[in-house]
RNA sequence: GCGGGCGUGGCGAAACUGGCAAACGCAUUGGACUUAAAAUCCAAUGUCCGCAAGGACUUCCGGGUUCGACUCCCGGCGCCCGCACCA
């Protein structure tokens, strides 16, 4: 540990108070002036921060401060996602309310962020489990519910059995529950639900036009909608008029390939096709077996697939063969009609189950001359396919549907995988669903000039499992808005997932009272510029927001179909070659490192030891070589404070040097402000900006040390007033407070972040001479320093007469030289 | 299986449109300063051969295009992430 430290206990204070005082991020609507929405995803106030967050928030800040000195009016706003079940949890655990734990935590960790000196406009601050907040998705809630894009069902759901709820699919992790990793099993439940699965085809469009969004979400998007186009037709009953089962396939060309058909086990139409008790016991026990199986069975490598043949046959519409029908633990109830036609030929899974049913295979396609393969999903001509026969698959698939549909039988159908959002949660610490069941009246949505529905606080929280509100009888009991009648509550809250899902549109406003949001604020700020936050909402958080906003804009409230511009998905902190978590002893406290070293030394070495994108390996000794950076641009300052002050021209700019090694230094000065500027603009790329930073202070000690003494004094402290302010400002958005602290220390009165970001001149940027490499036949032989404008014909003389290059050029025949002009020279030779 | 991404020194990484591979930082080594240490400053540091000047090799592997390939094309290997019996 180093005892030499520049007196960053003191500045940082300082500086964040001053910041504080002055509002210097506050921010209101300024049409005269170009707007930037730089927003972070907000976080759940667990209790502390932790790197992953130091981590997310200095990127958001680089770019707001960044934005600010290019002369942007920007909103940078934070706030928290406050309810949720480890609230709800600790309250189990320690007696404490829910309430009283979130906002302790709020207090906690937005000190921790006030520590970190991030810019934001602090007035601005929501929480989401305040009334004033989730009111307004409860109006919302009930425009929904008008519109049909709220609804009630029962349905099978995936239920987590130690958060004692249900969880949206989105929600499921590889069977597991996102929050908890408890295996999720399935329950029969009544629930509400959003019709995301209206929008899905917008989702899925607007996938294709967000430049600004990473392919791999957007990979990860399209995936989850899971669109899918085919052909939907009835394959009738044998000997049963009327009784048909309905069938979905991608492949309607290969219907003439179809040597039986599927159903799923859980099916309803399966009760109707069984014919005697024996069967009906067959069929009971196979639906038992598969019940039983749990996720790791299902998931199994190489599975076998397994099912039952039933004595009903089918019949082939487009051929008049009758077929068996069997049910198998393959076909799903939840996706197409939860019935397949099986097409052993050009379908893996049916091949499989064919070969281990003794079930005969048709071709077709026809394969490949070299074709060794299974079940064949390639392209070609069809074969044993009646009137298909000889097209390619496309055609045949237009045709066969045109067929279908001719004849009445079916139509084109789009699939998704996507489901409706399920938003019920059988929890306390969320918002009220507002809605009242009245034995007269059935479902009857609050009044409006009722909302908000507010949380009770007087709960008893014993986890006892079912809603906590079912037993506040001075909740659950209330009038009927409609008849006046006695009427229970709706105990069910919302999914925080809605919360988080508009939040970004409640900055615009946050105190706004007359709705959720005021239009002209929202029209003016939205949509985010730039949003910052971690790929694991890649298809919760950033789907839902995006959907949303959609019915948000279709209700009339706001004009943009989409929240985000740009999405930045930053990687994770590692440490020791795997993720901070307490469990593996690996974690760096940012309190802790924020005493030692510094906020500005934590934000740097986030920032500098990998691009956001990435995962960063997190390394202490790395943090140490952030510190000392900025102690060597501190001592540099302090002991010339007194030079720079003597310097002319005290804003920046210096007359240009007469001394060669003036200007050779001022080009550096003046290179750095270009790559800086370049490195932020293009992908954020801080850790190569911070680099070029670095070589300008080098370059600094080097000139102080040496040329610079040889130079008139006033040229001298000239050249280093413009480098060091120069610095100041490139690194002030990366080090906010020890950059402010030495703007202050060079006499200047108006905060850092007010200045403009600085800009390259022309002139000090050009050259003389250039350094030009020398190759013979691709290999480096020797270099030579030019005149820039040398002509490739001079150049390619200089470059024969060089040398180091001659002997490599003697008794060989050149063939021809290429001049990349101010690069290179390449000579091609020949023996 | 499908989709996306990645592969460069001891480590984190850099290289814009094909043009000096390894910038910047960490670690290591040497030197200066010091009674000494720390801090600081200066220097060296891809691998191999060589006392040296210098040379050869090197961006996962194998081919190709090109005067020239980390970058483009073809084939392979390996790793990471997401979805996964989605018909």
Redesign the pocket.
Known sequence: ????RYPFRTIEPKWQRRWEETRQFQVTEDPSRPKFYCLEMFPYPSGRIHMGHVRNYAIGDVLARYKWMRGFNVLHPMGWDAFGLPAENAAIEHGVHPAIWTYENIEHMRSQFKKLGISYDWSREIATCDPAYYRWEQLIFIRMLDRGLAYRKRSSVNWCPSCQTVLA?EQ???GRCWRCDSEVTKRDIDGWYFKITAYADELLEWCDRLPGWP??VM??Q???I?R?E?AEFDLPVSGRPGLSLR?????PDTAFGMTYAVL?PESPLVDQLVTDDGERDVVERFRAEVAR?SEQE??AED?P??GVRLSAHIVNPFNGAEIPLFIA?????????????A?PGE????W?FAKSHGLPIIETVKRPERWTGEAYTGDGIKINSGFLDGLTIPEAKHKAIDWLVARGLGTAKV?Y?LRDWGISRQRYWGAPIPVLYCPMCGMVPEREENLPVVLPRDVQISGKGGSPLADASHFVNAPCPKCGGAARRETDTMDTFVESSWYFLRYCSPHYDAGMFDPAAAEYWMSVDQYIGG?EH??LHLLYARFYTKVLRDLGLTKVDEPFTALLSQGMVIKDGAKMSKSKGNVVDPDELIHNLGADTARLFSL????PE????W?D??V???S??L??IW?FVISHVAEIGSAPGARGRVEMPATPEGKAFRRIVHETINRVT??IDRDF?F??A???I??L??AL??FE?SAGERMPAVERAGLLREAVETILRLLGPFCPHVTEELWEQLGHTESLFAQRWPGADLGALVRDEV?V?V?V?????G?MTIDVNASSDVVERLALADD?VRP?VAGRRI??V?V?PK??V?I?TRP
Request: glycine share 6%; proline share 1%; net charge positive.
């Open positions: 540990m180093s005892t030499d699919n499921v992790e590889a392919e791999r990979t990860m399209r995936n989850w899971g899918s085919g069938v979905f396939t991608t492949r799923a199986q299902r998931v599975r697939k397994r633990d393959y076909v799903l109830v939840t996706y197409g009609t939860g019935a397949i036609m097409v379908d893996q899974r049916d499989d699939n995988r790929i890649a298809v500098f030891a990998a691009p990435k995962d960063l390996d390394n000794q790395g140490e070589g952030a000392r950076f102690n060597r001592r370049a490195d790329h850790n190569t911070i680099a070029a670095m070589e202070v080098n000690y080097a040390a350094t490499v190759q036949d691709g290999k480096v032989r270099r180091k490599w063939e021809k290429v990349v690069r290179l390449n091609v």
